[in-house]
């Protein structure tokens, strides 16, 4: 790189910064979320699904959909870096239509849960996921972990294995050395908690430290794993699959040829049919 190209990087590195200082002035304040915001989503409404509401927990409000029928096989799903719920509306429906009851919720910074300022790292996404579950009571269920949710579903389930019955991790993270566009779009043009949260989990969430907590449910939920992966994603990249596989023996591991990291989105009917058999299974 050349004086002058090194020059031009720098520059745009400062300008990046501060316009994020000017959006963002200290990262230790309160940004609230989408519900604060003047102009209402039309996409990224707040009531999504009808079965929805908050929760107060010790760092903000949590907000949660219910989706399904109410005695349906219990499901959890946590999502991932940048895609709240809305996003994956497809995926979710079609999940509910088997006959599953979903809980799901926005993590803190995303959505119209709300943005404290903290560091955005496995100890509060974790918390968060288990203050939720224990406001619900819920027990004896199934949890799905997308892309970032896959590393904090392994980091819980490791900790609280006791009322999980299975596990599905979809492209997780935590082993690593865009139909959302609209819901994407929305969430960051009116949401600056968004870009805060975004930034901090880059840097604060150990992307490459979930080894143990993988090695650890191999041992409390061994033959209650399901993986699914897209052969072409390069966000989690395919080849830590084995990886992941090394770790977990006992997984069932589906690879999807065709498709990259949005799996959930680029073959819902796929996804949906194998996660459903294999609730439906462990369930008997």
Same mark, same amino acid.
């Given at each position: 790189m050349s004086v002058q190209?090194?020059?031009?990087?720098?520059?745009?590195?400062?300008?990046?910064?501060?316009?994020y200082r000017y959006i963002v002035p200290t990262d230790a304040q309160f940004m609230g979320s989408l519900k604060l915001s003047k102009k209402?989503?039309?996409?990224?409404?707040e009531?999504?699904?009808?079965?929805?509401?908050?929760?107060?927990?010790?760092?903000?409000?949590?907000?949660y959909y219910l989706i399904g029928p109410k005695d349906g096989i219990?499901?959890?799903f946590v999502h991932g870096l940048g895609t709240p719920p809305p996003a994956l509306s497809g995926f979710l429906d079609q999940l509910a239509e088997k006959g599953f009851r979903i809980l799901t919720f926005e993590?803190?910074?995303? %959505?119209?849960?709300?943005s404290p300022g903290t560091e955005y790292n496995e100890q509060l996404f974790v918390n968060q996921l288990a203050l939720v579950l224990l406001k619900f009571g819920w027990t004896n269920y199934n949890i799905i972990g997308y892309s970032l949710g896959g590393a904090v579903t392994a980091g819980f389930v490791s900790r609280f294995p006791e009322n999980v019955k299975s596990v599905v991790f979809i492209a997780p993270a935590g082993i690593m050395k865009d139909t959302f566009k609209k819901v994407q779009g929305e969430h960051v043009a009116n949401n600056p908690g968004f870009m805060r949260a975004?930034?901090?989990?880059?840097i604060h969430f150990p992307w490459g430290g979930f080894r143990q907590a993988y090695k650890t449910i191999e041992e409390s939920h061994k033959n209650k794993i399901l993986g699914?992966? %897209?052969?072409l994603d390069v966000v989690v990249p395919a080849q830590l699959a084995s990886e992941l596989l090394q770790l977990m023996p006992s997984?069932?591991?589906?690879?999807?040829?065709g498709v990259g990291h949005e799996l959930i989105l680029e073959d819902t009917e796929h996804c949906v049919k194998v996660i459903s058999t294999f609730f439906k299974t462990k369930s008997e």
């Open positions: 190209q090194a020059s031009y990087v720098a520059v745009a590195g400062l300008l990046a910064y501060l316009s209402k989503p039309v996409h990224f409404n009531d999504y699904w009808p079965e929805h509401g908050y929760i107060d927990l010790p760092q903000g409000k949590t907000h219990k499901v959890v993590s803190y910074g995303r %959505g119209y849960s709300d975004f930034r901090s989990t880059l699914l992966w %897209g052969a997984m069932k591991l589906e690879f999807k040829d």
